[in-house]
């Protein structure tokens, strides 16, 4: 009875103890505050070494957090199609794990191509759900940099040359991404349009065109989708990394749009101690001195945002002030991610996910030509088909850099083909020609040998042979994931088809009329034989449901209704960067860095197409259907809008044929009359709509003075000049069937 007595009371007061100690739980814990209190919080309880250790890298993909206060390590990961397969600690060898594979989601360029932004939206929310499942904090993308030459290597990582397109594509994405707890980092912060000498490379660009063409879907992401991360790129501009610009990370980002995430370095973007400290760059990964490549193993603590940093705070050249603003975005994006405790658990190659990529592929094939309506294949007639190429077999989520991705399962083309028509018909393959043969990258293996040691002439000729007993002739080429073709890091050497595809595709075409070309790249290539080839298909590269997403195009399941988010050129003269002599760029004398001059400003794509009255093979914004629409005559709500007003038009579209199917109506504003010189057209808004057979629905298209508007870099400021203007509205860039005019007041 003693025993209970004292007992009792003790017990008691312990409770009350814990009591205590939970209400007293530290703010920066307690999820119920708001953000920025629980910042201060923690703030004000680091140490230097601990502030200095979370803005930078500890490992190849992570930064740690600070176990003192039960802050946990923050994980980042590419990016941008799908979850990269984790490699070690400290060497980008493969960390062998077995629960590391992921759905591979369509390339960007695909995505793009959609025209959709509800998928652009599911894509994100997918991606950040099999982000979640894996551990991962944060993505590495999306990207947005703009096509400037198809030769750049890392196109297909993009949304394509369109500033608005990208910019609406882009938004859904990042906050499908981040409703999910995981951060966007979009990239690459700005102006790495090619990847030759990359981090040499100075961009010479006016604010003109840095403002109207390169910056606009950054911009988006910031203030509209409110990314939590943006990467630096590895370029300069104005002399100075990008990684640490102080124009493009102080002045613009953070000043000009108020950002309040992270600036992450790209692996290795970061050069100076100096200029990272005080020009705008939060956290530091992959530096190339020591960690990404070469150099001394686990060497984080020389980063330039390691003990460099600390020591130059300790010698008493600079304060705490630059270091306490890149730790207050840290903490912000550790309470946004890994300290949120509402974020769920994600999900790993589920069947919705399979759903999502095979909806986004079968949207973003490109249907670019039909002669004669080859294509959708007559599944009822046809008894025997022949399927050529490498690329019907080679599998594509392997390499390219660091998109590459442990794709859990990926359908190939000739297997898809085979799959939806092998009961109905015979499908034969034949390999025509060999292009590169290594399926490895960094570790991970395609389970397919693709050696092939016949000579070109016996390729085409077997080739040939199997292509007049065939009632059609599918050819797979294009380019690959392998470096100097659609990779980062190198460049395309060339305009046209490598591995002599041209020859064997000019010898297919004089053996079976029914020839269709389906081109897998996320660049335009050279078409020599574009009038010889009856259906021209762009497939992109669609990742794991590729094979199912092609097969069902090319039947006639899925009615193609993708349009390009680039100009395809009929050749190297008519883009820009090369016809005006500015791709690569110039070495300069005694120094590491080239000088790459943006002469054409911001006539990129079909802007500097209208200017010089260029045809290119296939327009921005072309993409046919098995069905047809009509587009009715265009009319607007009124013709004369004031500043802060909108006005909307309004387009009747029909499907006019048999099929159910998908048009996207695009509006174009042309400035009729301006001080500055403005390219023809600008497309401004779009939507994409599903009709049945016979259906009409009216589509309606509202722009406001943004629209209008043009960057002025005379007085730095968006300007939209009262005046006449048009809206142009078509199906294409290149089929506009509406003009409406009206005036800005
Ligand atoms: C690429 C980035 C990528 C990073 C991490 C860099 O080489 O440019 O896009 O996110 O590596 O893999």
């Known amino acids: 009875m003693k025993l209970l007595k004292t007992a009792f009371p003790a017990a008691l007061a312990c409770l009350c103890a814990l009591q205590a100690q939970a209400q007293q739980q530290p703010v920066y814990l307690d999820d119920t505050k708001p953000i920025e209190e629980r910042v201060e919080d923690a703030l004000a309880r680091m140490t230097l070494e601990e502030k200095i250790a979370v803005i930078h890298a500890q490992s190849k993909f992570s930064s740690p957090g600070v176990k003192r206060l039960g802050i946990p390590e923050f994980w980042t990961s590419d990016g941008p199609h799908g979850v990269r397969p984790d490699v070690l600690w400290d060497d980008w060898k493969q960390a062998g794990h077995t629960n590391d ?46 096509l400037r030459t198809p030769l750049c290597g890392r196109n297909f990582e993009y949304m394509g040359e369109d500033p608005f397109l990208a910019s609406r594509m882009v938004v859904p994405y990042i906050q499908g991404l981040q409703s999910n707890g995981v951060a966007a980092c979009v990239k690459h912060f700005a102006l790495n349009n090619d990847e030759n000498h990359r981090n040499e490379v100075n961009v010479v660009v006016s604010d003109r065109a840095l403002y109207e063409i390169y910056l606009p879907a950054f911009k988006a992401a910031v203030t509209e989708a409110h990314t939590w991360g943006l990467m630096g790129s590895y370029n300069l501009f104005e002399n100075q990394h990008n990684c640490h610009n102080r124009r493009l990370l102080n002045d613009i980002l953070k000043g000009e749009w108020g950002y309040d995430g992270v600036v992450v370095s790209d692996w290795g973007g970061a050069h100076d101690t100096r200029q990272a400290i005080e020009n705008g760059l939060d956290m530091e990964f992959g530096t190339w001195t020591d960690g990404l490549s070469f150099g001394a193993s686990n060497a984080y603590d020389n980063y330039y945002l390691a003990r460099p940093y600390r020591e130059l705070i300790q010698k008493g050249e600079y304060t705490t002030r630059e270091l306490d603003d890149k730790v207050r975005r840290v903490l912000r994006l550790f309470f946004r991610t890994n300290m949120n405790r509402d974020r769920g ?62 794709a859990q399962h990926e359908s190939l083309p000739l297997d898809g083909l085979r799959q939806a028509l092998g009961g109905k018909m015979e499908v034969e393959y034949a390999r025509g020609y060999v292009g590169d043969t290594s399926n490895e990258f960094e570790g991970v293996v395609a389970p397919h040998d693709l050696k092939d040691d016949r000579k070109p002439e016996a390729l085409i000729a077997e080739a040939v042979e199997k292509a007049r007993q065939a009632d059609y002739v599918v050819f797979f080429g294009g380019l690959n994931k392998s470096w100097q073709q659609d990779c980062e890091g190198s460049d395309r050497k060339e305009y046209g088809l490598p591995y002599g595809q041209d020859r064997v595709i000019e010898a297919l075409a004089k053996a079976n009329k029914r020839l269709v070309y389906v081109n897998i790249s996320g660049n335009p290539v050279a078409m ?60 300069r004398k005694g120094e590491k860095i080239i000088d790459e001059e943006y002469k054409e400003g911001i006539f990129v794509g079909y802007r500097w197409a209208d200017k010089e009255d260029i045809r290119p093979l296939f327009a921005f914004g072309h993409g046919l259907s098995y069905t047809t629409f009509k587009l009715g005559k265009a009319r607007a709500d009124k013709d004369e809008i004031s500043a802060n007003d909108s006005i909307t038009f309004t387009v009747s579209v029909t499907n006019t044929g048999s099929v159910a199917g998908a048009e996207v109506v695009q509006l174009y504003v042309h400035d009729a009359e301006s001080s500055l010189e403005r390219p023809y057209k600008e497309l401004k808004a779009f939507k994409k709509i599903s009709l049945a057979p016979g259906e009409t629905r009216d589509v309606a298209l509202t722009i406001g003075r943004d629209a209008l508007s043009f960057y002025n870099d005379r007085t730095r400021q968006w300007t939209a000049e009262p005046g006449r203007f048009e809206a142009l509205i078509g199906d294409a860039s290149d089929n506009i069937t509406s003009k409406v005019a009206f005036t800005l007041k």
């Open 528 to 587: 020599p034989w574009k009038k010889q080839v009856p259906a021209i298909v762009q497939g992109w590269f669609l990742g794991s449901t590729a094979g199912d997403a092609l097969a069902a195009v090319l039947t006639g399941r899925v009615n193609p209704s993708g349009k390009l988010p680039y100009t395809w050129p009929a050749s190297l003269d008519d883009v820009p960067a090369h016809s005006l002599g500015t791709y690569p760029g110039t070495w």
């Open 345 to 406: 658990f994600g999900s790993l190659c589920s069947e919705a996910h399979y759903d999502a990529a095979r909806q986004i592929a079968g949207e973003g094939i490109v249907l670019l030509q039909n002669e004669d309506g080859v294509l959708p294949i007559d599944t009822t007639a046809t008894r025997r088909i022949l399927v050529v190429g490498e690329n019907a077999i080679k599998m594509m989520t392997v390499g390219g850099g660091s998109s590459t991705l442990k």
């Open 101 to 146: 594979s992921c759905v591979a989601f369509p390339a960007l360029t695909c995505l793009a191509a959609t025209w959709n932004t509800s998928l652009a939206r599911i894509y994100g929310e997918s991606l950040g759900e099999e982000a979640l499942y894996r551990g991962k904090d944060m993505m590495l993308g999306p990207g947005v940099n703009i």
